[in-house]
Structures are given as C-alpha cells and as structure tokens.
C-alpha cells in the first residue's frame, strides 16, 4: 500500500513539473497584423522564450497558412533543420529564415514577392526541451497601385495626329501646304484674268476714242 501512494504521489508530481515547466515557455509575436503591397517583400517575426542557450537541435518549429479549405505550410524546421520538401509549392523559393536569431529565440521569416493570395492567417507552433507554443499573426497583402500611363502622340493637346510637342505633325502639315499652293495658283489666275480683262477694256477704249 505505501509503495502504491508513492508512485501515485510521484506521478503526481512528474504532471506538476511538466505542467510548470510547460507554462513558463512562452511564444509570441512581435506584431499581430502586418500590410504589404503585392510584389513586395515583407518579414514575419515571432519570438519564444525561455531560449534555447545556445542550441537549437531540440528546436521544432512548423508555420502554415490556415485557410477555409487546409492549411498550407509555410516553414518547417526539424531538430534546428529546415526541411524544405514539407513547405506548400504556393511558398517555393520565396521564404527564408535567420538562422542565427534562433538562439536567441526569435523566428524571422521573409517572404518575397508577395501575392494578393498571401492574405490571411499564419500561424507558429514551436517546441523546444522546454515546451510547447504556438501564436498566430494576420497578414493582408493588397493589390499593386495603378501607375499613371505616359501619354502618347494620339492623347497629347493638338488632335489626334497631333505630335509630342502640340503641333501638327509632318504628314498634316504637308497636306495643309498643298491646300494653300492650289489656292495661290486659283488666286494668280484669277488675277490674271482680271488684268487680261482690264487690258482688253482699255484697248476697246482707244479704239473708240480714235474714232
């Protein structure tokens, strides 16, 4: 009987310390929402503590995107390994981590050329010796600002065939001087046939006078 109360005694307490020393490890993140622009980058920072002093062969972290449909991975890191073939292909080549903050107990994750898709929810589970935590962070990624387009000859003050500067364009400039050249020739004979009819005039005139 009294070897039973000490094992049950003993494993009373073994649940005590674990539950103590599970609660005293504590993972946060260093901001709860986070804006981008899409094709931008941008970094995702949790922290954990107790750390690891110095080691992180014991550290087990996994980060995923929780979405209606599954999560998708984001970054898994396995006995202080990443393990790159666990990260969704949505992710391929666009995340990176400090390695060297680990010890210090805190998870950087950069994400690259960032797509209106990425918005949502991430969440970090990390284990280490010492326990086990997880914290969630929001991201919403918006889309790329549209740029003024540059203005061409055809929108440029002028008219449609109007040049860069304003002004008429080589091809409507010569259809314009055509134009004035077959009004001057019309004006010169126009001319010339009122001189010729005045000189006729005029010779009808002697004529008469000598008479």
């Not at 920072?45 to 984001?74: H, V």
């Not at 086990?132 to 055809?154: I, M, Q």
């Amino acid at each position: 009987m009294i070897d039973r109360e000490k094992m049950i005694c003993s494993i009373l307490l073994l649940i005590t310390l674990t539950s103590c020393v599970s609660g005293s490890f504590v993972v946060n993140v260093t901001q709860s929402s986070y804006q981008a622009e899409e094709n931008h980058n941008i970094t995702l920072e949790w922290t954990f503590s107790p750390r690891t002093d110095g080691s992180t062969n014991s550290l087990i972290i996994l980060c995923k995107m929780l979405t209606d449909l599954r999560p998708f991975a984001l970054f898994h890191l396995h006995q202080g390994v990443e393990v790159p073939e666990s990260q969704d292909e949505r992710f391929s080549g666009r995340v990176q981590f400090d390695k060297d903050v680990l010890r210090e107990g805190r998870l950087r994750l950069h994400m690259s050329r960032l797509r209106t898709d990425d918005s949502g929810l991430y969440l970090c589970d990390v284990k280490t010796g010492v326990g086990v935590g997880s914290r969630e962070c929001h991201l919403n990624v918006t889309a790329a600002s549209d740029r003024p387009k540059p203005e061409t000859p055809n929108t440029t003050r002028g008219g449609r065939d109007a040049s860069p500067t304003g002004s008429p364009s080589e091809p409507e400039s010569w259809g314009w001087m055509a134009v004035y050249c077959v009004i001057g020739v019309l004006v010169v004979i126009d001319l010339l046939g009122v001189c010729h009819s005045f000189r006729q005039f005029l010779r009808e005139e002697e004529v008469n006078s000598a008479e």
